[in-house]
């Protein structure tokens, strides 16, 4: 980067009104914590979400596998993450991606087998990374053996395990799934059951104390092969009022959560018990094993109570992948994080895209402009004090892909009638190479992936950016190389700050050194001061000299201070 001097009549200086917020250093002693929780690996670790069936194949068949994992391990180390969370590899209907479970203690022979799991758990740990598993306790595949057994018998005991309600006319109430249309649907006998996404997956009653003894089994069969924990995905479901009361209002997918709209099928108190059980029985393996939870609540306080001390270790916060590319929403999303994380003594667990959401890419405006605006983005992120979760992808600045009508297996664009896209576009399978179907199924296979990569996919390969000083790729390397040397990018304290278009967080103390990250959310360049030196820019237009910064639009840069100063 060119060390000139920042142009005063090219760049505008700082507002000088401010808005901020603190995080207190993760070391502050928190006597409600076990001991070893404060130090726990897990408290800031970069976790990277891997889409099983998208990321690599690894038998030629078309599907990324267990086997293609295992073979892209050692990228993963080299890129310098901490833990990998895999998406399910259950046994599955294939209504919705795997998360429609058909047997829990099991791989489905597409994905590979159990013990293709035992052995990427005994590499990853060869590699120093920990893998976490997906568990879906909310619902089952309508071909789980349970459910078949609950419809072939109303009154024998699996028909307890599930949401049921007897003959009537009109659905029980008026809950909605998420997917589209009504929340209930009919069993060949008049009854109604519930499902509060797809038709095939009815949803669990957890008020039959047989389903969670179950469910702790499958965790234990889990945890002695060695995972290191797991990913809980809607873990602010399973249980939903008991007297199926009709809900006050309609969700919107727009929506930061879900509120008081649902108030009847989402975050019930009962919950929290479940996740009390859970933590006790995780925390009785060694290893510091973990849980996540998904929890999408608009109300972040109440987001924070799933990881209090006794409940999950870590719960997603969410605003971040909702929030457009703005200076006063992206501050109200941090502070509102850190603030609610903080009164329970927990990490943040940062969200900029997974496998629901569009790509950052595309959302911030897509072409050069959206990538820039990603590129900074993930350097605002990887900044924060916490555990970023990164989407495979996302360190190759890969866009949303629209994949036509006849190719889309989600079940959102079908139960939507057509209205909603759906998620496939960015699941698309990851570009490893410039060969054919850019290396997904390995070197020299043809096979057409399970969902159409565009045109000139290849471009955006590892291949090719790993030797492209100015890719995404080399930028995430670097930043998260820099993100484990430098103390104060650890467990130091942080503050953050806007002022007018632009954030500043400002990490470490005297003890650890300084860092502070600048990102220019707005439409002109701004001068940000410098008293030391550049460790990373977003872009190759980032200019320094006499101790000033130059941040075009759209930029970002990490820069430090010595102790002391």
């Not at 419809?151 to 998420?178: I, M, Q, T």
């Not at 509060?196 to 104390?209: N, T």
């Not at 405006?365 to 989407?391: E, K, T």
């Not at 030391?532 to 006499?546: C, H, I, N, P, R």
Request: net charge negative.
């Amino acid at each position: 980067m060119a060390q000139t001097a920042a142009p005063a009549n090219a760049t505008r200086r700082l507002p000088q009104q401010r808005q901020s917020c603190s995080a207190a250093p993760a070391s502050s002693p928190r006597p409600d914590l076990a001991p070893g929780v404060e130090d726990a690996w897990w408290r800031d670790a970069v976790v990277y979400q891997v889409y099983l069936r998208s990321f690599a194949d690894g038998d030629g068949d078309g599907v990324g596998d267990l086997a293609g994992l295992r073979s892209r391990l050692t990228h993963l180390a080299w890129l310098g993450i901490d833990a990998l969370w895999i998406t399910p590899h259950y046994p599955s209907g294939g209504a919705d991606g795997g998360y429609d479970v058909c047997d829990y203690r099991a791989v489905d022979p597409e994905l590979g087998d159990v013990e293709d799991v035992r052995l990427l758990v005994e590499d990853a740990h060869a590699l120093g990374l920990r893998v976490l598993l997906d568990v879906v306790p909310n619902h089952t595949s309508d071909e789980h053996p349970w459910f078949r057994a609950a419809l072939a018998d109303p009154d024998g005991p699996h028909a307890r395990k599930y949401v049921f309600a007897p003959p009537s006319e009109e659905p029980p109430n008026n809950w909605r799934s998420l997917f589209g249309g009504s929340a209930w649907s009919r069993t060949p006998d008049g009854r109604w059951y519930l499902h509060l996404f797809s038709p095939e997956q009815p949803d669990l009653d957890w008020r039959e104390p047989s389903v969670a003894e179950d469910f702790e089994e499958t965790l234990r069969f889990w945890l002695d092969l060695g995972v290191d924990g797991f990913r809980v995905d809607v873990a602010y479901g399973l249980f939903k009022d008991a007297g199926l009361r009709d809900n006050p209002g309609t969700y919107s997918p727009t929506l930061f959560g879900h509120g008081d709209e649902q108030r009847h099928t989402w975050d019930q108190p009962e919950v929290h018990a479940v996740w009390r059980r859970w933590r006790a029985l995780v925390d009785s393996y060694p290893g510091q094993r973990m849980l996540v939870g998904e929890v999408c609540l608009a109300d972040l306080d109440r987001v924070a109570a799933y990881v209090r001390p006794d409940e999950m270790h870590q719960s997603f916060a969410f605003r971040l992948l909702k929030s457009p590319w703005d200076a006063a929403a992206f501050a109200d999303g941090v502070c509102s994080a850190l603030t609610a994380f903080e009164r329970v003594g927990a990490p943040v667990s940062w969200v900029l895209g997974n496998h629901d959401k569009d790509r950052q890419v595309t959302r911030f405006g897509g072409g050069a402009h959206g990538l820039s605006r990603a590129r900074s983005a993930a350097m605002l992120v990887l900044a924060l004090p916490g555990s970023p979760y990164l989407y495979a992808g996302e360190e190759l600045g890969l866009p949303q892909v629209v994949v036509p009508d006849e190719a889309k297996q989600d079940p959102i664009f079908f139960r939507s009638g057509g209205l909603r896209a759906g998620r496939d576009g960015c699941r698309i399978p990851l570009p490893w190479t410039t060969g054919p179907a850019a290396g997904f199924s390995g070197e020299g296979s043809s096979v057409e992936p399970w969902l159409p990569q565009p045109a000139r996919w290849e471009e955006l390969s590892v291949e090719r950016q790993g030797a492209d000083p100015a890719s995404t790729l080399t930028l995430y390397r670097t930043a998260l190389v820099l993100r484990r040397e430098l103390r104060a990018l650890g467990r130091g304290p942080a503050s953050l700050e806007r002022r007018g278009d632009v954030l500043v967080v400002h990490r470490g103390d005297d003890t650890t050194g300084r860092v502070s990250c600048w990102v220019n959310m707005g439409h002109e360049a701004v001068a940000v001061p410098c008293d030391g030196e550049v460790l990373l820019a977003s872009e190759g237009s980032v200019t320094a000299g006499d101790g000033w910064v130059s941040l075009p639009a759209s930029t970002a840069v990490w820069v430090s201070a010595p102790a002391g100063r």
